[in-house]
């Protein structure tokens, strides 16, 4: 199987077509290359040193949630060169699936942000641009503390609990969401969980009983590509291993 033929179906698995997403975010086939895939490295962001981790593993191509290109013309010079000349030297290819992997059902970095929490009776959650982006549920009763603890630990991230109380019902959206708290607070949540935000949702979230938690945008947007790349396994027979390189961001 070539890089062609499985960026065909990952367009069609994510539905990279019909999912909105911001105009600059290019999904899909980023990088081609020649020859059969047999190897995937899996990682959250293409950067410099993930390209270098993956041609030393000896993958084939990337799968990544932050690709190399995100609209409008790039000169192809300084550290832009540098990565897409390594990837070309190295004959390795790259596929990129920004908020179609935020959102997809099963193997999406909500869902199994979701899924790490116990999070039941899901809905969707935080419409934005058309279309929600997150997910909303209950979890069986757990303070602020032990929830943050409780994600801290299998995200292996520190976890930024603000306000405490008992949480029954959660709203989520992985990576950069903050400025969805409001949805939130809208919707009665005792808690929202996102990657990261901005200092005045401290203050949003104290003064309106909803408990916030910034877990990290790189920590909670790992699930996906690990996802996808065990679906490319059971799917495929193909190797695959996750680069991991987080940000502490």
Known sequence: MDIIQISHYLDQLLDIHNIKDASRAVNGLQVERTGDIKKVGLAVDACQATIDMAIDAECDMMFVHHGLFWGGLQPVRGAHYKKLAHMMEANLGLYSAHIPLDVHPVLGNNRQLADVIGLGNLQEFAFHDGQHIGLRGTIAPKTGHELGGMLSEALSANVRVIGDGVIRSVGLVTGGAGKLLGEAIREGLDCFITGEGDAYQFHDAMENGCILMFAGHYATETGG?????????????????????????
Do not use: N, S
Not at 238 to 248: A, I, K, R, S, W
């Open 225 to 249: 590509v690990k996802a996808v790349g065990k679906h490319l396994e059971e799917q495929f027979g193909l190797e695959t291993t996750f680069l991991d390189y987080p940000t502490g961001l």
